[in-house]
């Protein structure tokens, strides 16, 4: 067994809506089914119990390894604690070969689970020992290392729940939701409403303690010190017991409380000064500590911490029952797991001898030893839920506490006898104010009810109704995809939003090219979404990318697909038939919003099919309303646009919109069929969007087709009196829709300009010529920059096959150079005559056209 090719799929796919990691497994023959191994699967259940059936419900073939190499992917990770159920395997056209997909909810974890699935079926296949106790821990660990803590997570949560979209910027815990011009974005629990200004306030701790007094919130004394000498002298100043904590600390590092002692009060100094270079001494105020936590301008939870400690049995000694204490399953090492491992380092050792006792003394049945006097979770301590117990003037202390300072969520810290009390009649007091504040405690205290925080600040950045989302529109198909983007971009642009646009030709944002190159990728497709100034997106969305990795959003509100030919990339990726290209051009339909819609070219069967896929409503199109997937779309009282004579009609039931094709420019008077059906494809999508008739004509008329603004999509020059055409259309169907559109055109003699994708099919090559035989006279032949794979002088010796039984195309020549063949067929054209120049490098050589007319001194 081989794995070739590892591959993330990070959002919706041709396998499934779950983000999975994709493998090519090569297994040779006795592989390719395990009853020819024998002892095979006693092994390796032997090694990993719990591995499942390893047969995929509904598969009759015979099981090979890489089934086994599947379910062992997905078992191990679900058995590390990973919520994961989906996983795939697939054989490709070539003999032993599969691709396996396993899903993931960490990619990191997903691709270790995937190695160490394919050790364990090593192992089993060489009867070697699997360690599955060390791969379950390591995958444990690396888990809970790349996911999100529980604060962060619980606010994604509540995020998912109301469909908002949401994209993790970074391995820790900057998350964005929503989309463009709608998008908010967190650092675990702190949000982007909330001022760099407001957080250094709430590190300055004396500060903070001046601005709480000045807005009537009742504080401790105390000052700041920078040695450990004069620190003790502002504790006696202040009063014994007092509190020492880092002067910009936060999450309870290196805070000490109920100090009483020198010696004390040397380690406690000491632990602060190792986060901060000042250390704030404080009058300890007694009572029990509360984190109350306030969320815009209302107190929404509040815990009773209590320190780290354990409960004496009369056998066990302080140290021994700190270990049983920490074997609790729930007590993690960082912030993940509810509750945190109880540290046992000197400032522990100090605080038991305050209370006479060591780590091996044995605490006598009942009795209580405290290890620490801060309450932090992050410390080892425990939290209380008491939201319902804090009395009114009390959450309003904490909330003017917040707004002073000026935390959206502010963790506010109170120190008495009983929340239930006003602070002031009980010599209470707030202590310190966080920003970004640990949610644990809320969401799963120790005691008590659980807080569903996440939720309550996902609604403070998002009022009811608002999911964070913008228009989005898909387009997938063989031809057309980048027109029919461009035209309802124009449309939507029509109503006044910003639009972030991706094509094959660059990245747009409101006009402005912000990326070069093939950009039909869900990379691109993120980065626009990523955009602050986007106020709604329209995406080429190329097959290429979904096979790599994916959609480049979750859902999208329209998805259009323009056709499905023959010669689109087949062949490649293992997708060798056009009912295969149509499923993976079906993805985009597949995720369509359950309130969007999906338009679909009604003249192209294996789009039509697509229709059952569809989670939203769907709009057909074609040029002839006598289809019969028009027909009874249209008797169901569904809409459909249809041509009628010079004119669209886009029909719903008994209501009906004519629009002339003398209003779009694009079409040229609908003589242009192909962009006939692009226009129909985003009038379509325009539809569904809700933009209303008048603003759909006034685009139609405005939108411009040419060099500059759709390069290499039907672009016509003048050249001495010649007629030239320069596209981009690379496959069969492209260029039978090509000659139907010259042909509309006069002219005397027609000559042809092309060359040949190296990555496509022999039989793709030589149809393109084939087609082009028929309806030019001559033909120029060139080499493209780049062979992608071929030898030199293959791929023009395919397209001479292609013309050896054209019954037009008489005069032929080679040429090697793209921009020599242009001249070439330049210099044979006359006044009169039309020639159609397939272009290779789009810009390059619309810029060697432009040259050339512009030496003439002519326009374009």
């Not at 929503?178 to 949000?191: L, P, V």
């Not at 002031?424 to 644990?440: C, F, Y």
């Not at 980065?527 to 979750?554: Q, S």
Request: negative net charge; hydrophobic residues 40%; aromatic residues 4%.
């Amino acid at each position: 067994m081989e794995i070739s090719r590892i591959r993330a799929l990070r959002g919706p796919n041709l396998w499934s809506r779950h983000t999975s990691i994709q493998a090519l497994v090569q297994c040779d023959e006795k592989e390719r089914a395990i009853s020819r191994l024998p002892g095979f699967e006693a092994r390796i259940r032997a090694r990993f119990p719990l591995i499942g059936a390893m047969r995929p419900i509904g598969y009759e073939g015979e099981i090979a390894v890489a089934h086994a190499l599947q379910f062992a992917a997905l078992n191990l990770q679900a058995q590390a604690g990973c919520p994961v159920t989906f996983s795939r395997s697939a054989p490709t056209t070539e003999p032993g070969l599969y691709q396996v997909v396993v899903e993931y909810t960490e990619e990191a974890v997903g691709r270790r689970a995937l190695e160490l699935a394919e050790t364990l079926c090593r192992a089993a296949l060489d009867d070697q020992p699997f360690d599955l106790d060390a791969a379950l821990k390591e995958l444990r660990e690396l888990d809970e290392d790349e996911r999100l803590g529980p604060s962060t997570g619980s606010i994604v949560n509540a995020a998912v729940a109301r469909g908002i979209p949401y994209r993790r910027l970074t391995r820790g815990s900057l998350v964005q939701f929503g989309w463009g011009s709608k998008q908010r974005r967190i650092q675990a629990a702190e949000i982007d409403s909330t001022s760099a200004i407001a957080e250094s306030i709430a590190q300055d701790k004396e500060l903070t303690k001046q601005l709480l007094h000045a807005a009537g919130v009742p504080v401790p004394v105390g000052r700041v010190a920078d040695n450990a000498e004069d620190g003790w002298k502002a504790a006696n100043a202040i009063g014994l017991p007092v509190v020492t904590k880092p002067f910009d600390g936060n999450q309870g590092k290196g805070v000490t409380v109920n100090i009483v002692s020198r010696d004390h009060f040397e380690i406690a100094f000491a632990a602060a000064k190792e986060h901060s270079r000042h250390v704030m001494v404080e009058r300890f105020i007694t009572g029990h500590d509360f984190r109350l936590l306030v969320v815009g301008d209302k107190l929404v939870a509040a815990a009773r911490r209590d320190p780290p400690h354990v409960i004496g049995d009369g056998e066990h000694t302080v140290r021994e029952l700190v270990e049983i204490v920490n074997s609790d399953p729930r007590r993690g090492e960082g912030h993940a797991t509810s509750l945190t491992k109880i540290r046992f380092d000197d400032i522990a050792h100090a605080r038991l001898a305050v209370q006479g006792y060591m780590a091996d003394s044995v605490l006598p049945k009942g009795a209580r030893a405290v290890l620490r006097n801060n309450a932090n979770l992050s410390t080892g301590g425990t939290a209380t839920d008491v939201t319902d117990d804090v009395h009114p003037e009390v959450a309003a202390r904490a909330i003017a506490a917040a707004k002073m300072v000026g935390i959206d969520i502010c963790g506010v810290d109170v120190v008495c006898e009983n929340v239930g009390r006003p602070l002031e009649s009980q010599g209470g007091g707030v202590v310190e104010v966080n920003a970004a504040p640990g949610l644990r405690m809320h969401l799963d205290p120790s005691y008590g009810k659980g807080r569903d925080v996440g939720t309550v600040a996902i609604d403070t950045m998002f009022p009811a109704g608002d999911n964070g989302r913008i228009p989005v529109v898909a387009v997938a198909g063989t031809n057309g995809k980048t027109t029919t983007v461009r035209l309802i971009a124009h449309l939507i642009g029509q109503t006044g939003k910003r639009l972030g646009m991706t094509t094959t030709d660059g990245v747009y944002v409101h006009g402005l090219r912000i990326d070069t190159g093939d950009c039909s990728g869900p990379k691109s497709a993120k980065n626009v979404l990523m955009h602050p100034e986007v106020d709604a997106a329209v995406f080429e969305t190329a097959r290429g990318g979904v096979l790599r990795e994916g959609l480049g959003f979750d859902r999208c509100d329209v998805a259009v697909v323009t056709n499905i030919g023959m010669g689109d990339h087949l062949g490649l990726n293992y997708i060798t038939t056009t009912d295969e290209l149509a499923v993976v051009k079906r993805v985009i339909v597949q995720n369509v919003g359950p309130e969007g819609s999906a338009v679909l070219n009604a003249a192209d069967p294996s789009v039509v099919k697509m229709a059952a896929a569809c989670p939203g409503q769907v709009i057909f199109f074609a040029a002839d309303a006598q289809l019969p997937a028009m027909m009874t779309h249209r008797a169901q009282g569904r809409r459909a646009i249809h041509r009628e004579g010079d004119a669209l009609v886009c029909s719903e039931g008994a209501q009906a919109e004519r629009i002339e094709l003398s209003g779009i420019p694009l079409t040229r008077g609908g003589t242009i069929g192909f962009q006939v059906e692009n226009a129909m494809a985003a009038i379509a999508a325009a539809w569904a969007l809700g933009i209303d008739w008048n603003t759909i004509r006034i685009g139609l008329a405005t939108f411009v087709s040419d060099a500059g603004t759709a390069p290499g999509r039907f672009n016509v020059f003048d050249y001495k009196g010649a007629t030239l055409v320069a596209d981009y259309g690379h496959n069969p169907d492209a260029i039978q829709a090509l000659v139907q559109a010259v042909e509309a055109l006069p002219a005397k003699r027609r000559w042809v300009v092309i060359s040949g994708a190296g990555d496509r099919r022999d039989e793709d090559i030589r149809r393109q010529t084939e087609i082009l035989g028929e309806a030019f006279d001559g033909a120029i032949l060139y080499q493209d920059a780049c062979q992608r794979g071929r030898a030199d002088g293959e791929v023009i010796a395919l397209l001479r096959d292609g013309l050896a039984n054209a019954s037009r195309a008489r005069e032929v020549e080679d040429i090697r150079g793209e921009f020599l063949a242009i001249d070439t067929a330049l210099a044979k054209l006359r006044p009169g005559d039309l020639c159609l120049i397939l272009v290779d490098q789009v810009e390059e050589a619309l810029a060697h056209i432009a040259k050339r007319i512009a030496e003439t001194g002519e326009t374009k």
